[in-house]
């Protein structure tokens, strides 16, 4: 490791726990669970389900790998503090020689992921969030839904949106020469599957933006927040797994959103989303403004948002034995 903190580098992981420890989970996750101490494993274990178990554990491989590899300490001598504005989960290292480690992480329908930033400044300064949309079979419940539709589904989560959002979810169109679809209705099987990964879109962005931020889906002022311009990624491939979220297909990025708040744009922040094999997307903010940024005069896309890595589960294991 150098004696001194150069640029900021900045990362992506992406784990996959769909097939691994699904079924004797404290057996067949032993060999991991015993790379932490009894209080994780315990939080682990603590979970009902294998698959939350599973995506538990891969969280917290991520973090602790993360700051193996960027400080080079074994697994059992990390320990994270927490921001003192936001709350978050920081990594400030025992010697200044040393960097400091930003990051934030998410997990859904069996995916991890997490970014992460290296910098002389434990500054929280990158948000991360991932969306299924199909995991809960919604399109359906909401298709069975005759009385209140669609729009009544978007209501039910109001709250967190804007108005001017609301409104795109209710009507956007795949077209802009199409003709508005009047209330009284019914919208295609299609369309409706158009609109939910629509608002799954602006789920993750909101998602990640409030967890850059320090906070929390009850924030009182997510409806003054607001993201215009945006464009839902086509759909990637199940062909090859997860090997789509290392693509540079710009059919599957989306990164000129814009972000407003009250009324004024935000500068200091510029936002990913990109899709994840048919299923998911992967939503990314990265504060642009913060000092870490500001030091190494980061402002190429592929510095804010570096290509994922996608880790195996054996990479953990070894790193350990290897320290």
């Known amino acids: 490791m150098s004696s001194s903190v150069a640029v900021p580098a900045t990362f992506r992981w992406l784990l996959d726990t769909r097939s691994q420890w699904q079924d004797d989970f404290p057996t067949q996750a032993s060999t991991h669970l015993s790379l932490f101490p009894p209080s994780i494993q315990d939080r682990i274990l603590a979970y009902h389900f294998a698959k939350d178990r599973a995506m538990a554990l891969g969280s917290a491989l991520l973090k602790h790998h993360a700051v193996h590899e ?39 329908a069996g995916l991890v992921a997490l970014i992460g930033v290296t910098g002389r400044q434990p500054n929280p300064e990158v948000g991360i969030d991932i969306v299924c949309v199909n ?41 802009e020469d199409a003709e508005p ?14 609109r939910l990964r629509r608002f799954y879109a602006f789920w993750a962005l909101k998602e990640a933006y409030i967890k850059l931020r320090g906070d929390a889906l009850l924030a009182p002022w997510l409806q003054e927040l607001e993201f215009r311009n945006v464009r839902v990624p086509e759909a990637a ?42 299923n998911y997307m992967i939503a990314t903010a990265v ?37």
């Open 70 to 108: 960027t400080n080079s300490l074994p697994y059992d001598s990390i320990s994270f503090s927490n921001d003192q504005n936001t709350k978050k989960p920081i990594y400030i290292p025992p010697s200044p020689l040393l960097p400091c480690l930003s990051f934030n992480v998410s997990h859904q």
């Open 135 to 175: 995991e809960r079979n919604e399109l359906d419940r909401i298709s069975a839904d005759t009385v209140n539709g669609f729009d009544g589904w978007v209501d039910m989560h109001a709250e967190a949106f804007a108005p001017s959002e609301v409104h795109d979810m209710k009507t956007w169109l795949p077209s």
């Open 181 to 194: 679809i009047p209330p009284s209705r019914t919208i295609s099987h299609a369309l409706m599957a158009q």
């Open 237 to 278: 491939t199940d062909v090859g797994g997860l090997r789509s979220a290392m693509s540079d297909d710009p059919r599957h990025i989306v990164r000129d959103i814009q972000i407003w708040f009250r009324g004024e744009r935000v500068t200091d922040v510029e936002m990913e989303l990109r899709a994840v094999e048919s």
């Open 287 to 323: 504060q642009t403004g913060g000092p870490n940024f500001k030091e190494a005069d980061v402002g190429a896309s592929e510095d804010m948002f570096p290509t994922f890595r996608i880790l195996d589960i054996e990479e953990f294991v070894a790193a350990v034995e290897g320290s």
